[in-house]
């Protein structure tokens, strides 16, 4: 009779090293499966994607695979050993993979979950990096299969920019990461977005529901987007390089953004972004008719209290 085989586990507890010996040929395959590798798939695999994926070299050793319909991006992905298998079958990549993690607009999110929700690994932990929250956890419940769970994220970085071309293991350093949990999920899906968020770099995190995340997300982000379409809707006709420094640059940056990923945000969170867009508009239509009045005081006093603000925003 053939004799058995062990492997031996040793770890420290304590400074008291313990030894496990298992008999592989009683082992079940309940067993088995805790030996495999942590299996990660990432849908989209552009600049947040392509990010991750690189950001998350090593994370509990785990086989990355990337789905994109765009051939490219996928091919990018591989060659920069961002991912460790491509697919552009998007069932295929889901069906083993233990964290699924969905970096595609809000629409295309629901598509999939939709389209995918027989499919997922039972204890698979999903979720997406989408910049509005509330309407799609509105929906998503009611296809969310019980033996899975679900977390959103949203990491606090970017470019303005896509694509994997300018994805980079970086981007998430010192940066914020919010995570918005369903109420019906367990501590497993939080557990594991925090330990993402450590491993990539990410410095401040927020537990939050999906609609503070998007009231607060609407003046921090979505504002400020529209802010900086604005002042390049126009410009004036001898701007040139010679004329522009870092205010310039720093307040209109992001107005080279994805018109079409934008169009969707903005409509997506229009409830929530128009109070704050009134606010906005008073507020500039108080420092114009200080100008025009010519009144210092009334001008200092605004632009007072936009510096002690910032000041006061810079310490939380």
Known sequence: ?????????????????????????????????KLKRFRITIVGTGLIGGSLALALNGFKNAVVTGAD????????????GAIDEA??????????????????????T???????????????????????????????????????????????????VGGFVNACADLFQNTGFILIPLQTQTDKGTALMLEIAQYIGAKYTAL???????????????LMHIAAGALCMDFHPQTAKAYTAGAFRDC?????????????????????????????????????????NKDTKAVHELLARASNNKKELLLR
């Open 1 to 33: 009779m053939r004799e058995p085989l062990y492997f031996l586990f040793a770890h420290t507890l304590l400074k008291e090293r313990k030894f496990i010996m298992l008999n592989l040929e009683n082992t079940n395959s309940s067993c088995f499966n």
């Open 208 to 222: 939050t529901n999906p609609e503070t995340h998007d009231d607060i997300i609407a003046y921090t982000s979505d």
């Open 252 to 292: 209109t940056r992001i107005a080279n953004m994805d018109a079409e990923l934008w169009t969707e945000l903005l409509i997506c969170n229009g409830e929530k972004i128009v109070p704050h867009l009134e606010n906005y508009i008073n507020n500039l239509r108080l420092i114009k008719t200080a100008m025009q």
């Open 87 to 108: 697919a552009e079958n998007t069932q295929e990549a889901i069906a083993e993979a233990d964290l699924v993690i969905l970096c595609v607009s809000p629409r295309t």
């Open 110 to 160: 629901m598509k999939i979950i939709k389209e995918q929700k027989g499919n997922f690994k039972k204890g698979c932990v999903i979720t997406d990096v989408c910049g509005t929250k509330h309407n799609l956890y509105r929906d998503i419940p009611q296809y969310i299969p019980e033996s899975v769970e679900y977390i959103g994220i949203h990491p606090m970085a970017g470019k303005e």
């Open 69 to 80: 319909i765009d051939k490219d991006s996928l091919k990018q992905a591989l060659a920069a």
